[in-house]
């Protein structure tokens, strides 16, 4: 039985990322196989054929982001929920000597420059003072075709007095969907919480999705 893509991080002992299931299964009778083919074929002229035409906003990419302070430090957890169109054109794009596989090296390099790209979108700032991000921390796939990004810059001076950043989400502007914010839980026990809220400056599309987001971040409790 054709057991079709697997979009999941791999388990099978050649390797780890996406790929075919390796397992040893029997193949298909040679009707179903033509069938199977043409129907992968169908699928992805489908699917690139959408994604050359319009890219946006066909894909709603929902995200939730989590905010906390250490060690004079401002960490940013971002998680991307991918539709699983827009999963099939990450595999095309992270299958780089297109051999229906994605290995682990491909894997870890797709990861790194999609959160280069993704970095690039998020402008975080104090008080109208700039922050520099380092390169990620993390980058990780999760379950149900979601990936999660850590990004990390230093917060500079920001005093002894109750502060107020903004993240200005410029990622959010290519891809529609529903934002949340996740104020508790995965972060670390030794982490300054920051609360996180819609800014007044974002802006919303007619269906309510946030079009144009501005984050407002403060601390939990004064530093």
């Known amino acids: 039985m054709n057991r079709g893509w697997d979009l999941q991080p791999r388990t099978d002992t050649d390797g ?10 029997p193949k298909p009778a040679a009707l179903g196989a033509r069938f199977t083919r043409r129907w992968l ?3 992805w002229l489908a699917v690139l054929s959408a994604a050359h035409a319009h890219e946006s906003p066909v894909d709603h990419v929902d995200r939730t982001l989590t905010l ?3 060690d004079g430090r401002l960490f940013v957890a971002c998680r991307l929920q991918l539709t699983l169109r827009m999963a099939l054109l990450q595999f095309h794009e992270a299958d780089a000597d297109r051999d229906g596989a994605v290995s682990a090296p491909e894997l870890a390099k797709f990861l790194e420059a999609s959160a280069v790209r993704l970095r690039g979108l998020l402008r975080a700032e104090i008080g109208g003072r700039p922050l520099a991000w380092d390169a990620a921390v993390r980058t990780s796939l999760e379950p149900g075709l979601a990936q999660r990004f850590i990004f990390s810059a230093p917060l500079g001076d920001v005093g002894k007095e109750r502060w107020e950043g ?32 819609f800014a007044p400056e974002t802006e919303r599309l007619p269906g309510g999705h946030p079009a144009r987001v501005v984050v407002k971040f403060t601390p939990a409790t004064a530093p």
């Open 41 to 43: 074929l169908f699928v």
């Open 16 to 25: 780890h990322g996406w790929g075919r299931n390796s397992s040893r299964t």
């Open 166 to 197: 903004r993240l200005s989400d410029g990622f959010s502007v290519h891809y529609p969907g529903h934002y949340r914010f996740l104020n508790t839980g995965e972060i670390p026990a030794d982490a300054q919480r920051l609360l996180a809220e």
């Open 68 to 70: 906390w302070a250490r």
